[in-house]
């Protein structure tokens, strides 16, 4: 593509703005992407369909390259979505693919894929950083890895965030 071309990014918005968000966008003419959830909620008095979005705290923008830190100044956006330190860019197919799911499926849940028990795992920082061990168990933000070395098991305590699966 080329470098001015735009391109898709995810905004973290504040929390229950995200229709707000993606109102504004339409307003000034940013094509945006909210995707919205049909949900039927229950009052005391009645049943009523209601539109959540999908992605809680997050809008899709297609903006230019040199016009993208622009949308940090709209009310409601917070900062971009970032992978390896820059705004993280998502792929036309991949919203297309959000939008077909959306048009053949109701009520549909996000759920994030994370750590696993019993999966393979590499720690990324600390003293312990590019050994690998087995995922013993998860507990809030704390995860208990076996490291297997020199014939001895042992296992330790490790921030979720400073594992990574092992493919």
Known sequence: MPENSP?????????????KVA?????????NYCPLNKVVRQWSDRKK????????CYVFVKVDEQKKW???????????VYWLGKPAKIK???????????????????EQIGL???????????VLMNYEGILLE????????????????LSAHFDKKNLEKIV
């Open 49 to 56: 369909v209601i539109l959540e979005p999908i992605f809680k």
């Open 70 to 80: 622009d949308l940090k100044r709209i009310d409601g956006i917070l900062n971009y």
């Open 23 to 31: 109102q504004i966008l339409d307003s000034k003419g940013i094509e």
């Open 138 to 153: 998860v507990s809030g933000s704390r995860a208990f890895v076996k490291l297997e070395s020199m014939g001895l098991q």
């Open 7 to 19: 391109y898709w990014y995810a905004v973290n918005t504040r929390p229950r703005w995200e229709k």
């Open 116 to 126: 696993q028990v019993n999966q393979r795992v590499r720690i990324k920082q600390g």
């Open 92 to 110: 036309e197919e991949e919203i297309n693919i959000i939008k077909k799911f959306l048009n053949e499926f109701e009520d549909v849940h996000v």
